[in-house]
């Protein structure tokens, strides 16, 4: 469902007139200078109270309801519907009530109920899924809610139509008929029996993002809903399900693709794995949401390894252990997915970006839960794009293996080739295979390829995934350099960079094209461990804050407690 264009709200505000509209609803007015004044037909309005503004073609209430606005908000008021609502019934029933038409129309309610979005003679289960695609239509037309999931990194076309996300906005409500028809009263009370609306008739999900949880034949097995407005009424729960036992799990089909299976206690928290790419991902429903589903599914698909992603808080660590317990014992292998202290994945992998990066990441170095030395586990790449100058130098350079590019850091003086002549033979291509050192000392790392020495400044800076990588590059061959300030991922900067260094280095570009590549992808490694070590520093501060409170309130440090069991 598109959004309505601008042009089409802004010609029904200057075409169609306030004043006939409330005529037709029996209100009768009297001239009160360029203004018209009659009785408010939204309330008890015993002294006129409604004031209409023709060249504005505006209306308010002076009265006990205080409304007002333009002509859609009267149709919104007046017939208690969505914005869409009116502003289709206004471009169809009310097209002949335009300002320049002359005639009044006749003293009757100009509001049809549009078709109802639902089946009336469907059985249960398909009535639900009819409610789901409703809820989806109704996603795809509202802004606010695809902002809140853009917002929470989980706002992609593909998955809001790979898992049917759907808006919950009361509009569903208004389009089915009165509980005084017998067809009304019908509906009504099986949307009722299937959780949709409460005993009063309110829509359950009202105001939430909805996520149903599709069996593999199809069928909606559980809805959760989550709030998205803020500063609700204190009590007020922003997490919603469907009532009764949780039934299914969510995108079940990863668990037949994948033996290794991500865990997370929250639907959003799944959705931001998947939205990174590692599509091999479920949720239970809260930190006491495992249910015998979940396992059983596990046991059907032959899952061999999960890895629990709960939250990093006192509640989701208690969880995760419980249910180590209950996953061993059924011959599952167990990890934990280590967030800073006090996040979850969602929170996590918007404050370190890129999160395909920053989830592989936490994936890569999950914490081993069961018993003697993990076994070995076969860890399937990130699920991110390769940096540009690595893919660009692929096919020229064959990547040398993990274990001949890990990185020497050491504070100790640098080695810095002796001066030669200035004037040297053309450097010869570097062999793949030459290990690479980079030696540290503040923020400065050099780097010795062949008879080319590489200096880098202003690492530090760089504290998000494949976003930039600027850094302040000096490059010597005897007396001979060149430096510059440039992003490393820009092929441009890149490029002009080779130029000038082959030129004062006596050097051929594609030299200084492989150096780069090489010192690129050791400058990603050093990245990836800064990164890290800064999650783990946020950690400890927020466990030495702990122990600071429980000092001040004269109570043993649980955290210093843990340390030395």
Known sequence: MARIPDQVVERLKAEISVQRLAEARGVAFKKHGS??????????????????????????????????????????????????HAVELLQNDYQPLVASSGAPPAKHSTVKKLPMPIAADAEDAKLLVQVIEYYHETLLASPEALDYLKRRGIGSDEAIKTFKLGFANRTLGYRLPATTRVEGAEIRGRLQRLGVLRDTGHEHFNGSVVMPIIAPSGDITEVYGRKITEGLRPGTPNHLYLPGPHCGVWNE???????????????????????????????????????????????THGTQRVLIAY???????????????????????????????????????????????????????????????????????????????????????????????????????LTIPPMTDAVLPASPMPSPATEIEAQVRDEEIVMVLGDRRYRIRG????????????????????????????????????????????RELNVTEDVIRHDLGRVLRKLEELQEKQIEKMSLGSRNKLEELECWNARRARKPCAVAAARVL
């Open 35 to 84: 203004d018209l004044i009659g009785r408010c037909p939204f309330h008890g309005d015993k002294t006129p109270s409604l004031v209409v503004t023709p060249a504005k073609n505006l209306w308010h209430c002076l009265g006990a309801c205080q409304a007002g606005g333009t002509v859609i908000d009267w149709v919104i008021k007046a017939e208690g519907i969505s914005f869409r």
């Open 311 to 413: 939250d990093r808080d006192e509640a989701g660590d208690r969880a995760a252990e419980k249910l180590r317990s209950q996953l061993t014992a059924a011959g599952l292998d167990c990890y934990r997915i280590q967030f800073p202290k006090g996040m979850d994945a969602n929170e996590y992998a918007l404050k370190v970006t890129p999160a395909a990066k920053s989830l592989g990441l936490v994936i890569r170095k999950a914490q081993w839960l069961g018993k003697g030395e993990a076994p070995t586990r076969a860890i399937p790449p990130a699920a991110v794009q390769t940096a540009p100058v690595v893919a660009e130098e692929a096919a020229k350079e064959e990547i040398p293996a993990p274990a001949q590019i890990a990185p020497t850091i050491a504070a100790a003086p």
């Open 459 to 502: 690492l530090a800076k760089n504290l998000a995934f494949d976003v930039l990588m600027k850094v302040n590059v000096l490059i010597d061959r005897g007396e001979a350099f060149h430096v510059d300030t440039l992003d490393l991922y820009s092929v441009r900067a890149r490029s002009g960079f080779m130029t000038q260094a082959a």
């Open 253 to 299: 089909s990863a668990l037949a693709d994948n033996q290794e299976i991500i865990l997370c206690e929250a639907l959003i928290d799944a959705l931001t794995f998947w939205c990174a790419g590692f599509r091999n991902v479920t949720a239970s429903y809260g930190i006491e949401g495992f249910t015998a589903d979940h396992l059983a599914a596990f046991k």
